[in-house]
């Protein structure tokens, strides 16, 4: 398996405009994560998934942040518009059972100018 | 409110020699703690699971305790490598929150050879 895939890897847009991370789970995992990483902050959840279906989405910051999960093998976190605040690295990760370890992907760096 | 606490001084330590680290935590009855190491520019990656009933739990030169009542779990990495230089995560869990992680801020440690 080639492991969690994240894309893009980086990404650079201008405040207000629309960005779209995107995520391929490891088949079979049925929990997937969307962490985001920031130096002040650290790693916090942002909402995760079971079964496709979204349980918790309490860490998401604001209406602006949505994020899909179409299928057992895509999902996507959307932020629309984007601001400086924004930037940060976001990781996706996939988890097999509850209690199991978390695989994350190498994550998308985004910056917003 | 829930805390997590690990060390944001970097530690540093002589190649051969037994790395510690401290994860303390506040607020929270964690039924799970795992730990992941993160390397500069990558996702966190699983290293070990231990649950509330259990004291130690070890794997190649790693070993982890956890000790409920003190709060607090304790990483160590033996016979340490340069190799080891990473950043270490503690994250707590428990299942009445689902398989959702809380993260802590992380532990850097560096070894010389």
């Known amino acids: 398996d080639a492991g969690v895939i994240q894309s893009p890897r980086h990404e650079v847009t201008e405040m207000g405009q629309e960005v779209t991370l995107r995520c391929k789970p490891i088949?079979?995992?049925?929990?997937l994560f969307w962490y985001r990483q920031t130096m002040m902050r650290g790693l916090e959840l942002l909402i995760y998934?079971?079964?496709?279906?979204?349980?918790?989405d309490s860490g998401m910051p604001e209406d602006r942040f949505s994020a899909k999960m179409p299928n057992a093998s895509f999902s996507t976190l959307k932020i629309q518009p984007s601001e400086p605040r924004d930037s940060a690295v976001y990781f996706c990760?996939?988890?097999?059972?509850?209690?199991?370890?978390?695989?994350f992907g190498s994550g998308t760096r985004l910056t917003v100018v | 409110s829930q805390k997590i606490e690990q060390n944001s001084e970097a530690l540093n330590i002589q190649e051969g020699k037994t790395a510690t680290l401290t994860c303390n935590y506040t607020n929270y009855s964690p039924a799970y703690l795992q730990w992941y190491r993160q390397d500069p520019g990558r996702g966190p990656v699983f290293l070990l699971l231990i649950r509330e009933n259990e004291k130690e739990k070890r794997k190649e030169r790693l070993k982890v305790t956890f000790d409920t009542t003190l709060k607090q779990s304790l990483f160590h990495i033996t016979a340490s490598q340069p190799a080891d230089s990473a950043t270490y995560l503690c994250a707590l869990g428990r299942e009445a929150a689902g398989n959702k992680l809380t993260f802590g801020g992380g532990t850097r440690v560096l070894v010389k050879p």
């Open positions: 088949s079979g995992h049925d929990y």
């Open positions: 990760a996939s988890s097999l059972r509850i209690n199991y370890g978390y695989t």
């Open positions: 998934f079971n079964n496709n279906v979204p349980i918790d």
